[in-house]
């Protein structure tokens, strides 16, 4: 198994027989060389979405155009884009457990927002989610854009996860010191990656808290486009 950091929130993760690209945002990111984005979808099975916010759908519709592959999600987000952009979906709820080549993605609770820009403002477009995702004797807690939320307490104790992606760059979600909290209050995570952070000046730049604040728990700062592998 693998996990690639493509900078902000995007990952790219290497699952049983998946290839899931989550909120892949390349245009516009800072994070992101424009000449890596070959490597970054290559061989990708299907794209995950946390949410509708245009950092995290980013070229989604694009590169589900490019390669023919279903976007996943909620089912009120990819339905729209369903019927928007013409794409193929996977649209599921939250409780709800979906098998993408042999790896089993569960839709669970965020505590965020979730819209689209339109012309009179933001149009909502569901509502906000992080996921599960379990295979090769792992299980991943991908929290999506959040907030700590008492949900965190049965999240954990039904699916308990040894690894966590989490959003931790502050002012719009959790920042590094929330994160550490809600990990060691909630969570027996043996591996914690941190995300959401870097890409502006008014998101957390490192992970030294979170480290600090996880004795114990093997914290990677992920270096862009470099894979860890488990």
């Known amino acids: 198994m693998q996990i690639t950091w493509l900078g902000h929130s995007s990952f790219r ?7 899931l690209l989550v909120d892949p945002w390349f245009t516009g990111n800072p994070m992101f060389p424009a000449d890596q984005r070959a ?3 290559k061989d990708a099975t299907h794209i995950l979405l946390t949410h509708a916010h245009g950092d995290h759908v980013g070229d989604s519709v694009a590169i589900a155009k490019e390669l023919s592959i279903p976007t996943v999600g909620i089912y009120d987000l990819v339905g729209l884009l369903e019927k928007r952009d013409g794409l193929k979906i996977v649209g599921f709820n939250k409780g709800g457990t979906v098998d993408l080549n042999g790896a089993k993605v569960t839709m669970v609770n965020a505590c965020h927002s979730s819209s689209f820009g339109g012309e009179a403002g933001p149009m909502a477009a569901g509502s906000e989610a992080g996921f599960m995702i379990s295979g090769e004797g792992h ?6 854009d959040t907030a700590i939320m008492a949900d965190m307490e049965w999240i954990a104790d039904y699916f308990k996860p040894d690894i966590g992606i989490l959003s931790a760059g502050g002012y719009f979600t959790m920042d590094m010191k929330q994160a550490a909290w809600a990990s060691k209050r909630y969570f027996k995570f043996k591996t914690v990656i941190p995300g959401h952070y870097r890409t502006f000046p008014i998101l957390e730049q490192s ?3 979170l480290a600090e ?3 114990g728990v093997r914290v990677i700062e992920p270096e862009l486009l470099e894979a860890i592998d488990f």
Do not use: F, H, Q, R
């Open 13 to 19: 993760i290497e699952i049983d027989n998946a290839v």
């Open 39 to 41: 490597a970054a979808i």
């Open 139 to 144: 299980t991943i807690y991908l929290s999506g």
């Open 207 to 209: 992970a030294k808290v």
């Open 213 to 215: 604040g996880l004795p």
